[in-house]
């Protein structure tokens, strides 16, 4: 199976140099969005490996932008952490010193890492340890992207969280329902339409200077962050395709979302699907360790909202997708985007119970 992805990665490979010979490929990773694989490259009968990344350019239609971006990034981390090779992703350039190869037979775009060895990501943390650790990582990543030099990051996705823009989307493909698949999701689309009120409360004090720009990450995910597989601790900030100007409520709401549940983001099984107090303080503790020292007090005050905000958000968009036939989120079984939206659904719910208690730990 793995040679036979190799066999037909091959054309690809061979316009990046990778000083040996392609020994294996397989398919690497959980990411929803683009197409990743380890490659196993013979150097010399030393076994090296790189990733190779087909970009979603249904999601990023402007490569050439986001590639500058990521490169902006990736050279500035290296320049403030030239010892440690692992603390930022590695663009391999192609043969022709470009970030990214485009094949000019179906114009599909590649772009190949170093691959951080010793480390792994998680799917879902397992120990408060974990949650302290991704947050002590994506703290560090924004301080670090504080002193970016140049223009603003390109936005390469317009609007990402901004979240009255998803609920209208929302509302205009509920509206159509092409799929007739609404009926299937009757208390998913009656819990999003009774959260609109709150949807503009970050993109309001964003708007209105009460909250401040930022280059952050906004898909701060649990596997988006290599953890050492030795020490544990958060080495690497990774899948950077979304990093440009945003509040750091977007990067904060993010961990939560996904790092205080006790279930994967797709369980069936919602009796499973809770949001942990304890991976909550964990989580605190990280961010503010590293982030603490530069966030405004309306930032910090918002912490515990911006979990609710963006696990709303992140349901709206299964659901939305859902509805619309799963064109945006890879799937691999049916009614996937919508078991997806139902625990982020349902961890709002356990969000809006505990909210006080999350306010205190902040505080
Ligand atoms: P997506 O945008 O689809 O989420 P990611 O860039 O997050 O893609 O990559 C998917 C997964 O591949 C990550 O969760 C991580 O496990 C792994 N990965 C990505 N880049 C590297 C790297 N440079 N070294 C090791 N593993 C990596
Ligand atoms: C996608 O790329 P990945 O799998 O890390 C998505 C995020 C969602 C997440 C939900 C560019 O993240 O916004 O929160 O799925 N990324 C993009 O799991 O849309
Ligand atoms: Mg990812």
Wanted: aromatic residues 10%.
């Amino acid at each position: 199976m793995s040679q036979e992805i190799l066999q037909n990665l091959l054309p690809i490979l061979e316009n990046f140099d990778l000083r040996g010979v392609p020994a294996d490929a397989e398919p690497w990773g959980s990411g929803h969005i683009n197409s990743t694989y380890r490659i196993t490259v013979d150097q010399s009968g030393r076994e090296v490996h790189y990733i190779l990344q087909g970009i979603n350019q249904h999601v990023f239609p402007n490569v050439p932008k986001l590639m500058e971006n990521i490169q902006r990034i990736t050279r500035h981390l290296a320049r403030r952490n030239p010892q440690d090779a692992r603390a930022t992703l590695t663009l391999v350039n192609d043969r022709q010193n470009q970030p990214f190869w485009k094949n000019p037979a179906d114009g599909e775009c590649y772009r190949m890492y170093l691959f951080i060895e010793g480390a792994s990501t998680v799917d879902a943390v397992t120990s408060p340890e974990q949650a302290y650790q991704a947050a002590k990582a994506f703290g560090a990543f924004q301080c670090a992207l504080a002193d970016l030099p140049g223009e603003p990051l390109f936005e390469s996705i317009v609007d990402f969280h901004h979240t009255p823009k998803r609920f209208q989307k929302f509302l205009a493909v509920l509206k159509e329902d092409k799929l007739g698949r609404a009926a299937l999701c009757q208390k998913e689309i009656a819990f999003a339409l009774a959260h609109e009120k709150e949807c503009s409360l970050v993109v309001d004090r964003l708007a209105d200077g009460r909250l401040p720009w930022r280059v952050t990450h906004n898909d701060t995910k649990i596997n988006n962050v290599m953890l050492d597989d030795k020490t544990g601790e958060g080495i690497c900030v990774i899948d950077l395709d979304t990093c440009m100007p945003g509040s750091v409520l977007y990067d904060f709401g993010d961990e939560i979302r996904t790092t205080t549940a006790t279930a994967a983001e797709d369980e069936r099984d919602l009796s499973k699907v809770n949001f942990d107090l304890n991976l909550f303080g964990a989580l605190v503790q990280g961010y503010l360790s590293t982030a603490g020292a530069f966030l405004t007090p309306e930032e910090k005050r918002l912490l515990p909202f911006s979990g609710r905000l963006l696990t709303f958000e992140c349901g709206l968009r299964f659901l939305t997708d859902f509805l619309e036939g799963d064109t945006y989120f890879r799937t691999h079984r049916e009614g996937q985007n919508l078991d997806r939206c139902r625990t982020q659904f349902h961890l709002v719910a356990q969000m809006e119970a505990q909210e006080e208690q999350m306010n205190q730990f902040v505080k």
